[in-house]
Protein backbone atom coordinates (compact mmCIF):
# COMPACT_ATOMS: atom_id res chain seq x y z
CA UNK A 1 0.00 0.00 0.00
CA UNK A 2 2.74 2.30 0.73
CA UNK A 3 4.47 2.23 -2.82
CA UNK A 4 0.89 3.03 -4.43
CA UNK A 5 1.04 6.44 -2.56
CA UNK A 6 4.39 8.07 -3.09
CA UNK A 7 5.70 9.67 0.03
CA UNK A 8 5.44 13.10 -0.48
CA UNK A 9 2.01 12.63 -1.51
CA UNK A 10 1.47 11.29 1.99
CA UNK A 11 3.31 13.86 3.61
CA UNK A 12 1.52 17.01 1.96
CA UNK A 13 -1.75 15.02 2.51
CA UNK A 14 -0.98 14.16 6.08
CA UNK A 15 -0.07 18.34 6.50
CA UNK A 16 -2.95 19.76 4.54
CA UNK A 17 -5.71 17.96 6.72
CA UNK A 18 -4.34 19.22 9.76
CA UNK A 19 -4.16 22.68 8.32
CA UNK A 20 -7.67 22.51 6.74
CA UNK A 21 -8.77 20.80 10.65
CA UNK A 22 -7.04 23.57 12.27
CA UNK A 23 -8.67 26.63 10.14
CA UNK A 24 -12.15 24.86 10.85
CA UNK A 25 -11.58 24.80 14.46
CA UNK A 26 -10.14 27.90 15.02
CA UNK A 27 -12.04 31.29 15.19
CA UNK A 28 -9.27 33.88 13.21
CA UNK A 29 -11.86 36.10 11.20
CA UNK A 30 -10.57 37.21 7.92
CA UNK A 31 -6.98 36.08 8.55
CA UNK A 32 -5.80 32.73 8.27
CA UNK A 33 -5.07 30.89 11.79
CA UNK A 34 -1.29 30.28 10.91
CA UNK A 35 -0.73 33.98 10.48
CA UNK A 36 -3.33 35.42 13.37
CA UNK A 37 -1.56 33.09 15.72
CA UNK A 38 2.14 32.15 15.34
CA UNK A 39 1.85 28.85 17.34
CA UNK A 40 -0.18 27.94 14.94
CA UNK A 41 2.47 28.29 12.64
CA UNK A 42 5.05 26.49 14.84
CA UNK A 43 2.86 23.50 15.16
CA UNK A 44 2.64 23.26 11.64
CA UNK A 45 6.01 23.63 10.92
CA UNK A 46 7.00 20.94 13.54
CA UNK A 47 4.35 18.76 12.31
CA UNK A 48 5.48 18.99 8.36
CA UNK A 49 9.34 18.25 10.03
CA UNK A 50 8.38 15.06 11.74
CA UNK A 51 6.56 13.89 9.10
CA UNK A 52 9.59 14.11 6.72
CA UNK A 53 11.54 12.89 9.32
CA UNK A 54 8.68 9.90 9.85
CA UNK A 55 8.96 8.92 6.04
CA UNK A 56 13.16 8.80 5.91
CA UNK A 57 13.23 6.71 9.06
CA UNK A 58 10.69 4.35 7.24
CA UNK A 59 12.61 4.32 4.03
CA UNK A 60 16.29 3.61 5.83
CA UNK A 61 14.44 0.65 7.86
CA UNK A 62 12.89 -0.34 4.82
CA UNK A 63 16.31 -0.71 2.84
CA UNK A 64 18.02 -2.18 5.85
CA UNK A 65 15.29 -4.87 6.20
CA UNK A 66 15.57 -5.65 2.40
CA UNK A 67 19.15 -6.75 2.84
CA UNK A 68 18.65 -8.93 5.57
CA UNK A 69 16.22 -11.15 3.33
CA UNK A 70 17.45 -14.09 1.70
CA UNK A 71 17.53 -14.18 -1.87
CA UNK A 72 14.59 -16.87 -1.51
CA UNK A 73 12.50 -13.49 0.58
CA UNK A 74 13.63 -11.04 -2.18
CA UNK A 75 12.48 -13.06 -4.90
CA UNK A 76 8.98 -13.42 -3.53
CA UNK A 77 8.88 -9.96 -2.25
CA UNK A 78 9.45 -8.65 -5.67
CA UNK A 79 6.73 -11.24 -7.80
CA UNK A 80 4.52 -9.44 -4.80
CA UNK A 81 5.53 -6.01 -6.06
CA UNK A 82 5.20 -7.04 -9.97
CA UNK A 83 1.57 -8.34 -9.48
CA UNK A 84 -1.48 -5.58 -10.73
CA UNK A 85 -3.56 -4.34 -8.06
CA UNK A 86 -6.82 -7.11 -8.43
CA UNK A 87 -3.80 -9.61 -8.20
CA UNK A 88 -2.45 -8.68 -4.82
CA UNK A 89 -3.15 -10.71 -1.90
CA UNK A 90 -4.26 -7.99 0.11
CA UNK A 91 -7.00 -6.69 -2.32
CA UNK A 92 -8.31 -9.82 -3.01
CA UNK A 93 -8.84 -10.61 0.59
CA UNK A 94 -10.46 -7.21 1.07
CA UNK A 95 -13.07 -7.86 -1.57
CA UNK A 96 -13.58 -11.30 -0.84
CA UNK A 97 -14.77 -9.75 2.53
CA UNK A 98 -17.17 -7.05 1.05
CA UNK A 99 -18.55 -9.54 -1.20
CA UNK A 100 -18.41 -12.91 0.33
CA UNK A 101 -18.80 -14.27 -3.52
CA UNK A 102 -18.35 -18.09 -4.02
CA UNK A 103 -15.87 -19.35 -7.08
CA UNK A 104 -17.42 -20.26 -10.44
CA UNK A 105 -17.03 -23.98 -9.95
CA UNK A 106 -18.78 -24.10 -6.66
CA UNK A 107 -21.78 -22.10 -7.85
CA UNK A 108 -23.61 -25.60 -7.89
CA UNK A 109 -23.95 -25.27 -4.56
CA UNK A 110 -26.05 -22.29 -5.06
CA UNK A 111 -28.48 -23.41 -7.16
CA UNK A 112 -32.69 -23.17 -6.29
CA UNK A 113 -34.77 -26.09 -7.02
CA UNK A 114 -37.37 -24.34 -9.35
CA UNK A 115 -36.67 -23.52 -13.02
CA UNK A 116 -37.87 -20.99 -15.39
CA UNK A 117 -37.66 -22.11 -19.08
CA UNK A 118 -34.03 -23.23 -18.56
CA UNK A 119 -33.37 -19.86 -16.11
CA UNK A 120 -31.98 -20.76 -13.09
CA UNK A 121 -31.64 -19.03 -9.86
CA UNK A 122 -28.86 -18.63 -7.19
CA UNK A 123 -29.32 -18.39 -3.78
CA UNK A 124 -26.77 -15.70 -3.14
CA UNK A 125 -26.45 -13.88 0.05
CA UNK A 126 -26.36 -10.22 0.31
CA UNK A 127 -23.17 -8.53 -0.27
CA UNK A 128 -21.74 -7.33 3.52
CA UNK A 129 -20.80 -4.07 2.00
CA UNK A 130 -24.68 -4.03 1.15
CA UNK A 131 -26.32 -5.00 4.63
CA UNK A 132 -23.57 -3.00 6.71
CA UNK A 133 -24.99 -0.11 4.92
CA UNK A 134 -28.64 -0.21 5.14
CA UNK A 135 -28.23 -1.16 8.97
CA UNK A 136 -26.29 1.95 8.88
CA UNK A 137 -29.20 3.70 6.78
CA UNK A 138 -31.72 2.10 9.98
CA UNK A 139 -29.45 3.58 12.62
CA UNK A 140 -29.63 7.49 11.21
CA UNK A 141 -33.66 7.61 10.47
CA UNK A 142 -33.84 6.39 13.97
CA UNK A 143 -31.41 8.70 15.39
CA UNK A 144 -33.20 11.72 12.85
CA UNK A 145 -36.89 10.88 13.57
CA UNK A 146 -35.99 11.08 17.94
CA UNK A 147 -33.96 14.14 17.27
CA UNK A 148 -36.18 16.39 14.84
CA UNK A 149 -39.69 14.36 16.09
CA UNK A 150 -39.44 13.57 19.02
CA UNK A 151 -37.33 15.96 20.57
CA UNK A 152 -38.23 18.72 18.48
CA UNK A 153 -34.99 20.02 17.33
CA UNK A 154 -34.94 23.14 14.88
CA UNK A 155 -35.05 21.96 11.56
CA UNK A 156 -32.93 23.67 8.13
CA UNK A 157 -35.83 26.60 8.10
CA UNK A 158 -35.48 27.32 11.77
CA UNK A 159 -31.92 27.39 11.43
CA UNK A 160 -32.03 29.61 8.45
CA UNK A 161 -33.99 32.14 10.48
CA UNK A 162 -31.91 32.06 13.95
CA UNK A 163 -28.82 32.36 11.59
CA UNK A 164 -30.32 35.62 9.94
CA UNK A 165 -31.51 36.68 12.92
CA UNK A 166 -27.79 36.33 14.18
CA UNK A 167 -26.60 37.78 11.67
CA UNK A 168 -28.51 41.04 12.03
CA UNK A 169 -27.68 41.46 15.53
CA UNK A 170 -23.40 41.01 14.33
CA UNK A 171 -23.86 43.42 11.84
CA UNK A 172 -25.96 45.55 13.71
CA UNK A 173 -22.70 45.41 16.95
CA UNK A 174 -20.42 45.57 14.17
CA UNK A 175 -21.34 48.71 12.51
CA UNK A 176 -21.42 50.51 15.83
CA UNK A 177 -17.75 50.71 16.11
CA UNK A 178 -16.91 49.81 12.01
CA UNK A 179 -16.27 54.46 11.28
CA UNK A 180 -17.00 53.51 7.35
CA UNK A 181 -20.47 51.80 7.73
CA UNK A 182 -21.57 54.77 9.99
CA UNK A 183 -25.21 55.97 9.13
CA UNK A 184 -27.09 59.13 10.31
CA UNK A 185 -28.71 56.41 12.94
CA UNK A 186 -25.62 55.18 14.35
CA UNK A 187 -23.36 58.16 14.60
CA UNK A 188 -22.56 60.26 17.51
CA UNK A 189 -21.35 63.11 18.79
CA UNK A 190 -17.84 63.83 19.11
CA UNK A 191 -16.41 65.89 22.14
CA UNK A 192 -13.08 65.48 21.77
CA UNK A 193 -10.49 68.28 21.11
CA UNK A 194 -8.68 66.45 18.39
CA UNK A 195 -11.80 64.95 16.67
CA UNK A 196 -12.76 68.51 16.63
CA UNK A 197 -9.21 69.73 15.19
CA UNK A 198 -10.38 67.13 12.46
CA UNK A 199 -13.58 68.62 11.77
CA UNK A 200 -12.57 72.04 11.64
CA UNK A 201 -9.65 71.15 9.09
CA UNK A 202 -12.18 69.51 6.84
CA UNK A 203 -14.97 72.24 7.08
CA UNK A 204 -12.01 74.92 6.27
CA UNK A 205 -11.31 72.96 3.28
CA UNK A 206 -14.85 71.79 1.90
CA UNK A 207 -17.18 74.38 3.25
CA UNK A 208 -16.09 77.79 4.36
CA UNK A 209 -16.49 78.85 0.68
CA UNK A 210 -20.19 79.01 1.01
CA UNK A 211 -20.90 78.76 4.99
CA UNK A 212 -17.66 81.31 5.59
CA UNK A 213 -14.79 80.04 7.84
CA UNK A 214 -16.41 80.72 11.27
CA UNK A 215 -20.14 79.81 10.07
CA UNK A 216 -21.48 83.03 10.10
CA UNK A 217 -23.18 81.53 6.76
CA UNK A 218 -22.62 83.03 3.33
CA UNK A 219 -23.95 81.35 0.32
CA UNK A 220 -25.23 78.88 2.48
CA UNK A 221 -27.20 79.80 6.51
CA UNK A 222 -25.52 80.41 9.10
CA UNK A 223 -24.34 77.63 11.34
CA UNK A 224 -24.06 79.54 14.57
CA UNK A 225 -27.58 80.52 15.29
CA UNK A 226 -30.67 77.83 16.79
CA UNK A 227 -32.36 78.15 13.06
CA UNK A 228 -31.96 75.06 11.08
CA UNK A 229 -33.53 74.46 7.65
CA UNK A 230 -32.95 70.59 7.79
CA UNK A 231 -32.18 69.73 11.72
CA UNK A 232 -29.84 70.59 13.76
CA UNK A 233 -29.05 67.77 15.86
CA UNK A 234 -26.03 65.50 15.11
CA UNK A 235 -27.79 62.61 13.27
CA UNK A 236 -29.51 65.41 10.61
CA UNK A 237 -26.16 66.95 9.94
CA UNK A 238 -24.59 63.73 9.16
CA UNK A 239 -27.66 62.83 7.09
CA UNK A 240 -27.70 66.40 5.45
CA UNK A 241 -23.82 66.37 4.71
CA UNK A 242 -24.23 63.02 3.05
CA UNK A 243 -26.91 63.09 1.26
CA UNK A 244 -27.44 66.74 0.44
CA UNK A 245 -29.48 69.21 1.17
CA UNK A 246 -32.69 70.71 -0.62
CA UNK A 247 -33.36 69.68 -3.87
CA UNK A 248 -31.76 72.02 -6.63
CA UNK A 249 -31.27 74.47 -4.39
CA UNK A 250 -29.24 72.87 -1.38
CA UNK A 251 -25.76 71.84 -0.73
CA UNK A 252 -24.39 68.81 -2.42
CA UNK A 253 -24.13 65.39 -1.29
CA UNK A 254 -20.52 64.58 -0.28
CA UNK A 255 -21.10 60.93 0.36
CA UNK A 256 -18.68 60.84 -2.75
CA UNK A 257 -16.03 62.42 -1.13
CA UNK A 258 -15.93 62.25 2.47
CA UNK A 259 -15.73 59.07 4.51
CA UNK A 260 -18.39 58.44 7.29
CA UNK A 261 -15.64 59.08 9.46
CA UNK A 262 -14.84 62.35 8.40
CA UNK A 263 -18.56 63.51 8.23
CA UNK A 264 -18.86 62.83 11.84
CA UNK A 265 -15.59 65.01 12.77
CA UNK A 266 -17.03 68.00 10.32
CA UNK A 267 -21.04 67.65 12.15
CA UNK A 268 -19.34 67.52 15.50
CA UNK A 269 -17.34 70.35 14.81
CA UNK A 270 -20.98 72.54 13.17
CA UNK A 271 -22.38 71.09 16.53
CA UNK A 272 -19.72 72.88 18.48
CA UNK A 273 -20.22 76.31 16.63
CA UNK A 274 -23.74 76.75 17.54
CA UNK A 275 -23.73 80.10 19.99
CA UNK A 276 -20.26 81.05 18.89
CA UNK A 277 -22.06 84.62 17.46
CA UNK A 278 -19.51 85.50 14.39
CA UNK A 279 -18.84 88.93 13.34
CA UNK A 280 -21.80 89.98 10.43
CA UNK A 281 -23.60 86.54 10.50
CA UNK A 282 -26.00 85.70 7.74
CA UNK A 283 -29.92 86.38 9.04
CA UNK A 284 -31.64 83.44 10.46
CA UNK A 285 -32.93 80.55 8.19
CA UNK A 286 -35.23 77.69 9.03
CA UNK A 287 -37.21 77.01 12.15
CA UNK A 288 -35.64 77.45 15.84
CA UNK A 289 -33.88 73.87 16.71
CA UNK A 290 -35.38 72.42 20.34
CA UNK A 291 -33.44 70.81 22.54
CA UNK A 292 -35.70 67.60 23.56
CA UNK A 293 -33.79 67.13 26.76
CA UNK A 294 -34.25 70.53 28.21
CA UNK A 295 -37.52 70.86 27.36
CA UNK A 296 -38.23 67.43 28.76
CA UNK A 297 -36.66 68.74 32.22
CA UNK A 298 -38.48 72.04 31.89
CA UNK A 299 -41.87 70.88 31.61
CA UNK A 300 -41.17 68.74 34.86
CA UNK A 301 -42.59 70.99 37.69
CA UNK A 302 -40.23 71.88 40.44
CA UNK A 303 -40.85 70.52 44.16
CA UNK A 304 -42.12 72.89 46.30
CA UNK A 305 -39.93 72.97 49.75
CA UNK A 306 -42.14 74.78 51.26
CA UNK A 307 -45.30 72.53 50.84
CA UNK A 308 -45.95 70.46 54.79
CA UNK A 309 -45.54 66.76 53.63
Not at 78 to 103: G, I
Not at 136 to 144: H, K, Q, T
Not at 145 to 168: C, H, S
Not at 256 to 276: D, F, N, R
Request: one cysteine or more.
Amino acid sequence: MKKLIPPYIRVLFIFFSALGVMEYLIDSGDHPAFIKYPMVAVFLFVLLFLLIAIEITLNAVNTITYRLLSDEEKAKLAHEDSLSLKDKSWYKNLMQRLTKTVPIEDEKQLLMDHDYDGIKELDNNLPPWWVYLFYACIIFSVIYLVRYEIMGAPDQETELKNEIAQAKIEVAEYMKTAPDLMDEKTVTLLTDPADLTTGKTIFDTNCAACHRADGGGQIGPNLTDNHWILGGGIKELFHTITNGGRDGKGMIAWKGTLKPKEIQAVASYIVSLKGSNPKDPKAPEGDILVDENASASATVPAADSTQVK
